[in-house]
């Protein structure tokens, strides 16, 4: 096969695969939760174990979803649960295969993971939570579980436990 053959088959297959499709999702195909039960849920994920609990047995995928309350300031139950300090609904939510996060990570005072994260992405000590609220405050709601990590964010300069969204 010449140099021209090559090519004209070449852009003659590119053509018949850019027709096949690679795969079949399409995140904007099927039902999406209500966003009024998602509100909800993660309303009731800063105080009520037992509707979270109830909701979660009724619909199982609330459990990494997340609300707008406006501007981009998302919030899931597990964040909301980690930005007031809730401990016991924070680890239903982990039980339950919630994705963590390294604001979880503080407000359980866990430098192992803390300290290598900001390590290689340093500008994360930085990182805005649901509402402003910082790794900082989620060291603070730690307690005495969480100092080690507090002394950490604060050797790094970090100052504000909430920074201002909109």
């Known amino acids: 096969m010449n140099r021209k053959q090559f090519l004209y088959s070449a852009g003659s297959a590119g053509l018949v695969l850019s027709a096949i499709p690679l795969f079949s999702f399409n995140p904007q195909d099927g039902e999406k939760l209500d966003p009024k039960m998602v ?30 309350w406006k501007m981009g300031d998302f919030e899931t139950g597990l964040g909301a649960a980690s930005h007031v300090g809730y401990k016991d609904m924070v680890r239903l939510f982990l039980d339950k295969g919630a994705q963590a996060n390294i604001f979880t990570a503080c ?35 730690g307690g005495d579980e969480a100092l080690e990590v507090k002394e950490l964010l604060m050797s790094l300069g970090a100052t504000e436990t909430k920074v201002a969204l909109y």
């Open 39 to 68: 509100q909800e849920f993660v309303g009731a994920s800063h105080k009520d174990i037992e509707k979270v609990k109830s909701m979660l047995e009724e619909q199982p995928n609330l459990l990494n979803a997340a609300h707008d």
């Open 107 to 141: 407000l359980f005072g866990k430098i192992d993971i803390v300290k290598p994260m900001l390590a290689t992405f340093p500008n994360t000590l930085h990182a805005k939570g649901p509402h402003g609220f910082t790794l900082l405050h989620h060291a603070e709601k």
